[in-house]
């Protein structure tokens, strides 16, 4: 599964694997419940392939952050994104050290350990950018 088959849907909670285009939007599959649903086209929809981190030098790939976060958890599940705000903090420090303070928030780091626990659980191992 490629990271750009990937997708967060604003206002849905989880992520989604898309599964095929319909007339009124796409079909995706949920990577927490294997359920199918419709996502209408005007909804807010990023794939994983798109998203970034800020970083102290430049942005980095969503995949690249995860993949830091697959050598630091040894290919496991990290913590939960609901633990404490330091321990959260730190995990994400841990895997990302020149993640921009200012500018990525708890938000985002809970965010993204919540993301890479569903990938995890999913059976995704590599974490790979798409092939040009």
Known sequence: MEMNEIL???GQ?????????SQR??????LLS?????IAADSRVSAMSDI?????NEDRPLVEV???MRKVCDSKTTI???ESDEAVEAK????????????????????VIAWYNILIEAGVTEFKMPEE
């Open 52 to 56: 970034s981190i800020f970083t102290d």
């Open 92 to 111: 994400f420090a841990e895997a990302v050290p020149d993640y921009s303070r200012g500018r990525v928030h708890l938000s985002d780091m809970r965010k």
């Open 8 to 10: 967060a849907v604003s």
């Open 13 to 21: 909670p989880g992520l989604f694997k898309f599964v095929a285009r």
């Open 80 to 82: 939960s994104h609901k």
């Open 66 to 68: 995860f993949e830091s």
């Open 25 to 30: 939007g796409f079909i995706v599959e949920s």
């Open 34 to 38: 294997g359920k199918r649903t419709n």
